[in-house]
């Protein structure tokens, strides 16, 4: 079944094209990854998705519901998370706060009931302090709940930050980048936490240089050149695919599953 569905997307900075014209789909329970050399257009494609910015032209829709001029956190609300290039956790807060504040687009309190601890405030406090303990045990972080967020080594707070999207509950998930800088364990661990995600029923759109990370784990993989999608299949087409191999300039680049 299609999950989301976005046709003719193009995005326009200052006379520049970003992206352009370019149609995707993601089918409930895939692994779709979106790969090309850089400023291809893969950043802003996110951006698009997830309601930082809204298309000079082309729709979006998600469950066929159109969602183009939302809001990001209403994005959120209907099932779409996100993590960043740039890790955006909050340092000196712990672990556990740092994933509690993703269920923020969940939760029904208000001001009265956070100042006056009302008892059903309390009631969804602890709750909600018990879900995020429950996506810490998820992704292997719970014996470090108290621990700041900014003591965690790289590869830990990369997992928090997907800790922290799965919070809000999303049926899809976009990480943007997220072995960038991961040494060749954590990167692994990262390919068994993406496959135990997936097994879980959810979406998953990766944006990802890693070439081998790429070609082992996604369904399918959809390639933009300068703004542009230039082929669209599954890992072993991709590799073979002509188009691809010569936006990515060497050869062996793809075959040999090196970072590009
Ligand atoms: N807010 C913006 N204002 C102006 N130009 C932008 C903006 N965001 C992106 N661009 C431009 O759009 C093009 C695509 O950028 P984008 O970040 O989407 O590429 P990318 O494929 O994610 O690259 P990378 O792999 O380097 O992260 C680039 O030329 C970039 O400079």
């Known amino acids: 079944m299609e999950l989301l569905e976005g046709n003719n997307l193009t995005m326009v900075f200052g006379g520049l094209s970003a992206l352009n014209s370019v149609d995707i789909k993601i089918n409930t329970g895939e692994v779709l990854s979106v790969i090309g050399p850089n400023g291809a257009g893969k950043t802003t494609l996110f951006n698009l998705l997830t309601g930082v910015y809204s298309p000079t032209e082309g729709k979006i829709y998600f469950r066929k ?24 956790l909050f340092g000196e807060m712990s672990v556990l706060d740092n994933v509690i504040i993703g269920q923020h687009c ?4 208000g001001v009265f009931g956070a100042i006056f601890k009302t008892p059903s405030a309390k009631k969804e406090e602890a709750l909600v302090k018990e879900k995020a303990m429950d996506v810490l045990k998820f992704v292997g972080l719970e014996a470090l709940h108290n621990e700041k967020a900014k003591n965690l080594p790289y590869g830990k707070q990369r997992r928090l930050e997907m800790a922290r999207a799965l919070a809000t509950d999303p049926e899809l998930i976009l990480l943007d980048e ?43 993989i959809m390639v933009l050149d300068y703004g542009k999608k230039i082929a669209d299949g599954p890992p072993d087409e991709i590799k073979n ?11 062996s680049s793809l075959k040999e599953g090196r970072a590009c």
């Open 65 to 88: 519901k159109e969602i183009k001029n939302l809001k990001p956190y209403e994005i959120t609300k209907m099932g779409i998370a996100r993590t960043f290039q740039n890790i955006r």
């Open 106 to 109: 969940r939760t029904k309190t």
């Open 178 to 220: 997220p072995a960038a800088g991961m040494n060749p364990q954590e990167t692994n661990e990262l390919i068994e936490l993406i496959e135990k995600l997936n097994d879980k029923g959810k979406t998953v759109l990766l944006i990802e240089h890693d070439m081998k990370l790429v070609m082992g784990i996604s369904k399918r």
């Open 241 to 251: 695919d002509e188009k691809v191999i010569k936006a990515y300039l060497g050869e």
